[in-house]
């Protein structure tokens, strides 16, 4: 056989282990300083998620944060904060501590009920958790075999392979001046925005935005609303990377620390902790080998589980909508979004991507001169091209809203204008039998041939090789060959061992016909 060329492909892949979707009730009173009519608004985000991966689950544990808008006896809109500390354990077959864990908490509704003397709030949180468990394998797979003696079957494989990934933190402590004198700070919450990622030779550089929403007490003891901006610049080393390859950034942010400088004041200082995970793949559109045969070579398989890439969607919407304000407002403070209840369906050809983009609108009214607050969640439903897409393949969805979102005062009505970014991956699970090695393998090395029976012979007196031939009817030829430890086969003793061979006859030749 000719030489034998075979090349290789190193691919780090996400095995998906399985997930899972748990609803959990979690119960809450707060007790309040003052008495109040009713409840304006709750706000509740999921914060400071954590999850441990264990043998069969997955424990997930986070804050919900609530803000509570409530009408006091005066009339007054006031803000309250709470955090209530959940954990629960997601059941999900096949895991164990050393996979990985993809968790998403949102909430799904927010019941209140106020106490009849006014001085409690009841609530009931239905929090949601999704949970995901992948592991990450490493398989060098054969992509092709050359050798003329040989035939090579191939599968064309498109997946995500992993070029690397890192979670970094850092802390930004800044130092803001808040538009007003403050006594003290109810509360600071952080969010991100912004987020882009470049990728570079070797590297992946993230930025973004930390926005603040500053919640202070002022010197006539009403609360009032503030918002900061700090931009961010980072580098994680991800060895391999390329700049036309993939990245994935997933960052938390959470308020360690702040305080006032010699209160009352305008000085607030603060200290934020930014964790970012980064994550570069590389979509990977190659031949593997599944079958080689020919003489004298040998194919080692392995069942290849993996998310077959499908088609990739990104695109730009713009989402707009008119609200009408309760208050008629001086000035539009600030108008923060965020998309929830993101959901995605694959159909023929298509990819069919459902939300709510919810907004949380602050204006100063113009009766009072008061921050008040307003809550507006608007759906939307796209349908966006995919060739290739079926009904029965998976889809995985993101979205971002891109920029500021862009308002338009006309006395109480306000025009909103969103531009949303969406990026859908149709995949569909693949298990593959490939060729992970080949190699040559020696031919088979035929059997000895059987030796021919013989039986032994006892030397008597008289006897010679001749005549013990003549008596077992064999030639002296075969009987000397037989019995290499008669040195001289003209001198046998009494008592020496003979071994007398079966000898085949050769065939007669066929007499002549005369």
Do not use: C, W
């Amino acid at each position: 056989m000719s030489e034998l060329v075979v090349e290789r492909r190193l691919l780090k892949v996400d095995r998906v282990i399985g997930e899972a979707t748990i609803r959990e009730a979690v119960e809450a009173t707060i007790e309040l300083p003052f008495k109040i009519m009713k409840v304006f608004d709750v706000i509740t985000s999921v914060t400071d998620v954590e999850t441990e991966v264990r043998e069969g689950g997955v424990m997930v544990s986070g804050v919900i944060h609530k803000q509570l808008f409530v009408v006091d006896k005066g009339d007054v809109v006031r803000h309250i904060p709470e955090d209530i500390s959940f954990s629960a354990f997601v059941d999900v077959a096949g895991t164990r501590p050393d996979m990985n864990a993809q968790v998403k908490a949102r909430i799904l509704t927010v019941d209140t009920e106020v106490a009849e003397d006014g001085q409690a709030v009841r609530q009931t949180v239905i929090l949601e958790i999704f949970v995901k468990v992948s592991v990450t394998r490493q398989i060098e797979v054969v992509i092709d075999v050359k050798n003329k003696d040989i035939v090579v079957k191939k599968e064309l494989l498109k997946v995500d392979s992993v070029v690397g990934e890192d979670t970094v933190s850092f802390t930004l402590t800044p130092t803001v001046t808040l538009p007003i004198t403050a006594q003290k700070i109810f509360r600071v919450i952080p969010t991100v925005k912004d987020v882009t990622a470049e990728v570079r030779e070797g590297t992946v550089i993230v930025r973004g935005v930390v926005h603040k929403q500053i919640f202070l007490v002022d010197e006539g003891d009403l609360v009032r609303h503030a918002v900061e901006n700090v931009p961010f610049t980072r580098t994680v080393d991800i060895p391999g990377a390329m700049p036309d390859q993939k990245v994935q950034v997933d960052i938390k942010v959470t308020t360690e620390d702040f305080e006032l400088v010699d209160p009352p004041s305008r000085k607030l200082k603060q200290t934020v902790v930014v964790e970012a995970f980064v994550k570069v793949t590389e979509t990977l559109q190659l031949e593997v080998v599944v079958d080689v045969k020919g003489k004298g070579i040998e194919a080692a398989k392995k069942l290849l589980k993996v998310e077959s890439v499908v088609v990739d969607v990104l695109q730009k919407e713009t989402l707009r909508s008119t609200v009408t304000l309760p208050q008629k407002p001086v000035k539009i403070l600030e108008i923060l979004g965020e998309i929830v209840n993101l959901e995605a369906e694959a159909r023929t050809d298509q990819v069919m991507i459902k939300g709510i983009l919810h907004k949380q609108i602050f204006f100063v009214d113009e009766a009072g001169d008061l921050l008040r607050h307003f809550r507006e969640d608007v759906p939307f439903r796209f349908v966006k091209s995919a060739k290739g897409a079926k009904p029965e393949m998976n889809v995985q969805v993101r979205a971002r809203i891109i920029g500021d979102i862009i308002s338009k005062l006309n006395d109480k009505k306000l025009e909103q204008t969103a531009i949303i970014e969406f990026f859908a991956k149709v995949t569909r699970p693949l298990q593959l039998e490939v060729v992970i090695d080949v190699v040559k393998v020696a031919p088979p090395v035929p059997p000895e041939p059987p030796k021919p029976p013989v039986k032994k012979y006892v030397v008597r007196k008289g006897d010679t090789m001749f005549l013990i031939a003549k008596r077992f009817s064999v030639s002296l030829e075969a009987l000397i060959k037989a019995n290499p430890q008669i040195k001289d086969p003209k001198r046998i003793y009494p008592g020496d061992i003979i071994f007398i061979p079966k000898e085949v006859p050769e065939p007669k030749p066929p007499e002549s016909a005369d």
